[in-house]
Structure formats: C-alpha cells, structure tokens
C-alpha cells in the first residue's frame, strides 16, 4: 500500500473527506463560545453549590461547638448543685451544733455532735469518690507526695520514708486531687 495521496487514487476522498470532517469540527468547537459558556456556567454552578454546602457544614458545625460547650457548662453546674444538694444538711447540722454550743455546758455532748457531723461530711465525700491517702511510714513517692521538709531519720528503717504526714493527700476516683504534705526522713 503506498501512503501517497493521488488525487486519482479512489481511497483518497475518504481521507479527505474525514480528515476535512475533523478539521471542521475542531474549528466548530474554537469557534462556537456556547459550549464553553455552558461548560463555565456548569461550574460556576459547581462552584456556587460546593460553597453553599462548605458554608452550611461550617455553620453545622459551629453550632454544634457552641452546644457542646454550653452543654458542658450546663453539666458542671449541675454537677455541683447535686454535691451541694448533698452537703446542706451537713451545713444545717453544723448551724444547729453551732446554736447550741452558745449555751451547752457538756462538752462530751459537743464533742460527739462534731464527731457526728464529720462522719456524715466524710460519708457524702465518700459517696462521691473521694479516698484520703495514708502516707504515714511508707516511702516517700512524689506521686503520691510533696515533700515540705526532711529530716534526720529517727530509726534507720524510716530512711527515704514518711516520717509525719503535715497535711493529708486525696484521691478523687483515683486521680491525685491534692498530694499528701509529708516530711521525709534522711
């Protein structure tokens, strides 16, 4: 098969004539700016929705933060209005005890009233996961522990323990809420 075109050859006006159709349609498609005006609008269009669903998925989501953080603030007044709710009839008990130590003469009386209200205070606080920590005679840990002082070791096996416990630690479901003020003994 030869490639050269001859106008006399019959094969000839079918290549033309496609490569022609070709041609046309490549300079029907530059020239006609309908089509890239549909193409543009469609995404312009694109565009405009894709915007819109941004603007609506970020006010979604600005309304759920603002939500959630008013829930939460909602949550820990709550929170404490319940431990509180618990605690007025230890304050009650404590204005009543309070009232009648103006004119009590017993003071065993006094004393097991304020023994009776300790116990309910230390119940409710009890009741809402607090654990107080014993660090007297164990080794010192900073976990556990803030050391405020040391001193020499009155037996050789409190070396590196607690030696006195100044203020008591607690413990709020297991997490340190305040650490244990101890001397230590060297």
Excluded: C, W
Excluded at 64 to 77: D, G, M, V
Excluded at 107 to 132: C, D, M, P, Y
């Amino acid at each position: 098969m030869s490639e050269n075109l001859d106008p006399k050859d019959a094969s000839a006006p079918e290549v033309n004539a496609d490569a022609a159709e070709t041609v046309n349609e490549t300079a029907q498609a530059t020239t006609e700016t309908g089509g890239d005006a549909q193409r543009i609008a469609g995404l312009e269009q694109q565009v405009a929705m894709l915007n819109d669903k941004y603007l609506r998925l970020y006010s979604e989501f600005d309304n759920y933060r603002r939500r959630t953080a008013k829930e939460s603030l909602e949550l820990r007044k709550t929170a404490a209005e319940e431990v509180i709710k618990k605690l007025l009839p230890i304050l009650d008990d404590f204005e009543r005890a309070i009232r009648n130590n103006a004119t009590a003469t017993d003071v065993a009386a006094i004393n097991e009233g304020v023994q009776l209200i300790a116990g309910k205070f230390h119940h409710v606080l009890t009741q809402q996961g607090l654990e107080a920590m014993n660090a007297g005679g164990q080794a010192f840990d900073p976990e556990f522990h803030e050391a405020i002082t040391e001193i020499p070791a009155p037996a050789p096996e409190l070396k590196g323990k607690v030696v006195d416990e100044v203020e008591k630690g607690y413990l709020l479901a297991g997490k340190v809420i305040r650490y244990a003020k101890v001397v230590v003994g060297s």
